[in-house]
Structures are given as structure tokens and as C-alpha cells.
């Protein structure tokens, strides 16, 4: 069960729209649309921001939002906060009936 | 307003045991699978085991496979994680979590706060 990659770290300024990744392969990410984003700040437990790739839970900013390429999935944030200074995971649904995560993106808000 | 609180983390030797507890509250239980994650000390995000909202099926990562059991309460709502063979790797806060369908999606809309589980000698 590897995880899936995600850069380490993203940045960007106020305003810009910014995209972060995740990569797995046709066994999970690229298999199901079953993928999930979720913000972290520090110190806090996470928060479902995308699920179904491109889903946006209740309250969830449409600043935020979800695609799916074969193997690759992206999180779009556009007009780009402070308050959006986090750490993002993604998740994906695995043929093992398993959940995987990615390793995390830090994304700095310059 | 939904509700997930974890219990029973604590400082546990190398080779020990320890069960985890999650009362909930503000939705209806029975109605929802659950999951445990965990987030080792300034590391990402591990999924740990899911089961179904009637418990009929578990899931567990590879790593904790043959030594964790996932169980739950629906009568009084609370999930449980029983863990033995502890070792270092072990070590993190343990997040009890709601699946965000009632099916195993594995996608979870409810987060507790967590419970500290250390492993060490």
C-alpha cells in the first residue's frame, strides 16, 4: 500500500490561483472517483474540502475545487488567501478496499 | 451538533496493548461506517481501519493488520480499536472518524479531536 505523492510544498501570493497534486495509479486514483481533499492548519484536525473529485461539502468555499486526470488528481484554489495557509491531503479509495492518503502538501500563503 | 471523542490513548510499553474508544453523538450511528486515522508526531495522514455501519466489515491498513480490531456499539454509540503488539511505529494521534455515506467511501466529513498514543519504553 504505497502512498500517494504529493508535492512537499506549494506557494503562492494573495489573489493567484494555485494547483496542488496528487498521484497514485489505475489501482486507486485512477480506478474510482472516490478521491478526497482535505485542509489540515496546524495544530487542528483535518477538513473534508472535495470528496467524489469534485464534490464540495456544505460551507466549503467554491474557491476550492476538484479534477481528476488518469492517475492524477488536482485541487484548484483560486483567488488565493492567507486564512488558505495549510497543509492539504489527498485520499483515494483503493482496490484492496483500502483508503490511501498522500503525503501531504504544506502550501505557504507568501 | 456532531460529536466524535476519543478516548484511552496513553504511554504504552513496546510488545503492549491498549483500546481506544470513541463516543459520538449528533447523528444517527447506525446509519454511517466509521474509520480510525492516525498522524504519527509532524507527519501526514495514515488510514488505519473502517467498518461498516452494521459492523459486518473491517478493512485495515497492512501495517496494523493481524494486530488491531476494529469493533463498534451502535446500541451505544461508540467505536472502538483494540491494539496489540505495539511497537514505536505506533506512536501518533489517533483520529475517530465518520464516513461521509453511509456506505465504506472512505471520505470523512467528521473529525474528533484525537487521543495521543505513545510508544515507548
Known amino acids: 500500500q504505497s502512498a500517494l505523492t504529493q508535492p512537499a510544498s506549494v506557494s503562492g501570493s494573495p489573489g493567484q490561483s494555485i494547483t496542488l497534486t496528487c498521484t497514485g495509479a489505475?489501482?486507486?486514483?485512477?480506478?474510482?472517483?472516490?478521491v478526497s481533499w482535505y485542509q489540515q492548519v496546524p495544530g487542528t484536525a483535518p477538513k473534508l474540502i472535495i470528496f467524489?473529485?469534485?464534490k464540495r461539502p456544505s460551507g466549503v468555499s467554491d474557491r476550492f475545487s476538484g479534477s481528476k486526470s488518469d492517475n492524477t488528481a488536482s485541487l484548484t484554489i483560486s483567488g488565493l488567501q492567507a486564512e488558505d495557509d495549510a497543509d492539504y491531503y489527498c485520499s483515494s479509495y483503493s482496490h484492496s478496499g483500502t483508503l490511501l492518503f498522500g503525503g501531504g502538501t504544506k502550501l505557504t500563503v507568501l | 451538533e456532531v460529536q466524535l471523542l476519543e478516548s484511552g490513548g496513553d504511554l504504552v510499553q513496546p510488545g503492549g496493548s491498549l483500546r481506544l474508544s470513541c463516543a459520538v453523538s449528533?447523528?444517527?450511528?447506525?446509519?454511517?461506517?466509521m474509520s480510525w486515522v492516525r498522524q504519527a508526531p509532524g507527519k501526514g495522514l495514515e488510514w488505519v481501519s473502517g467498518i461498516s455501519k452494521n459492523g459486518a466489515k473491517t478493512d485495515y491498513a497492512d501495517s496494523v493488520k493481524g494486530r488491531f480490531t476494529i469493533s463498534r456499539d451502535n446500541s451505544n454509540n461508540r467505536l472502538s480499536l483494540q491494539m496489540n503488539s505495539l511497537s514505536a511505529e505506533d506512536t501518533a494521534l489517533y483520529y475517530c472518524?465518520?464516513?461521509?455515506?453511509?456506505?465504506?467511501?472512505?471520505?470523512?466529513?467528521?473529525w474528533g479531536q484525537g487521543t495521543l498514543v505513545t510508544v515507548s519504553s
Open positions: 467524489d473529485v469534485t
Open positions: 489505475r489501482s486507486d486514483v485512477g480506478g474510482y472517483e472516490f
Open positions: 472518524v465518520k464516513d461521509r455515506a453511509t456506505a465504506m467511501v472512505k471520505s470523512f466529513d467528521y
Open positions: 449528533g447523528f444517527t450511528f447506525s446509519d454511517y461506517a
